[in-house]
């Protein structure tokens, strides 16, 4: 039943490991987002795929790969990784690209690296 | 640029109204949002307003829009502890992206 889902929900890791974070919405969603949110809670947008192509790339360093296998999935790749991107990661979905559409979050996945 | 401001907390006792304020920058904003955030889990929209609204009341919730000053507010009235949660003002000029602000952390004492 639920709607957005991703995994794992915890990820500890060391300094320089390869890393991914999968993402599924079982709502029929065309838009899917990558969702950074810092010890102080701010949320910045990373991603953001429609129909499983690229819409927004902020600036994000080029370790955190999207990849879109079809139009429910949106996993993240991160290579190298370091101690700053400790933080919860958070993916949504919305059904289109008008604004006006709710974005449903999945629960998140702390990433802490060691 | 795109900015949404926050004060980042406030404390109620619980039966009172809470009033949770953001202000925005960007002019073309269409879509105002405010998002609730619980502890260990995703944000949830609580409700949203368009911009060519002054207000919009959902249950315990209303939402006031003055566009000319570019300031949302989240009355909450009857708080409850249940209430207790991060409530995040959001902007959308209508494309993919949505700013967020940082979050107002909403404290209520029994």
């Known amino acids: 039943d639920t709607a957005v889902s991703q995994t794992p929900k915890y990820l500890v890791t060391q300094m320089g490991n390869d890393k991914s974070i999968k993402c599924e919405q079982n709502?029929?969603?065309?838009?899917m987002y990558w969702y950074k949110q810092d010890s102080k809670k701010f949320l910045k947008i990373m991603f953001s795929?429609?129909?499983?192509?690229?819409?927004i790339n902020e600036t994000v360093p080029n370790r955190f790969s999207p990849k879109s296998p079809d139009k429910a999935h949106l996993n993240l790749h991160i290579n190298s990784l370091e101690l700053g991107d400790s933080a919860v990661y958070f993916c949504?979905?919305?059904?289109?690209?008008?604004?006006?559409?709710?974005?449903?979050f999945g629960p998140g996945t702390r990433l802490t690296v060691l | 640029g795109e900015d949404v401001e926050q004060s980042l907390f406030l404390s109620v006792r619980e039966g009172d109204s809470s009033v949770i304020n953001c202000t925005y920058t960007?002019?073309?904003?269409?879509?105002l949002y405010w998002y609730k955030q619980e502890p260990g889990a995703g944000l949830q929209l609580l409700t949203y307003?368009?911009?060519?609204?002054d207000m919009k009341q959902d249950q315990r919730l209303t939402v006031l829009l003055n566009k000319k000053d570019k300031h949302l507010s989240l009355r909450i009235a009857d708080t409850q502890t249940g209430d207790s949660a991060i409530y995040f003002c959001?902007?959308?000029?209508?494309?993919?992206?949505?700013?967020f602000g940082a979050g107002t952390r909403l404290f209520v004492k029994a």
């Open positions: 949504a979905s919305s059904q289109g690209n008008s604004g006006r559409d709710e974005q449903f």
């Open positions: 709502l029929g969603h065309d838009t």
């Open positions: 795929y429609n129909n499983k192509e690229l819409i």
């Open positions: 960007d002019s073309s904003s269409t879509y």
């Open positions: 307003i368009f911009s060519n609204m």
């Open positions: 959001a902007e959308s000029t209508g494309g993919f992206k949505t700013i």
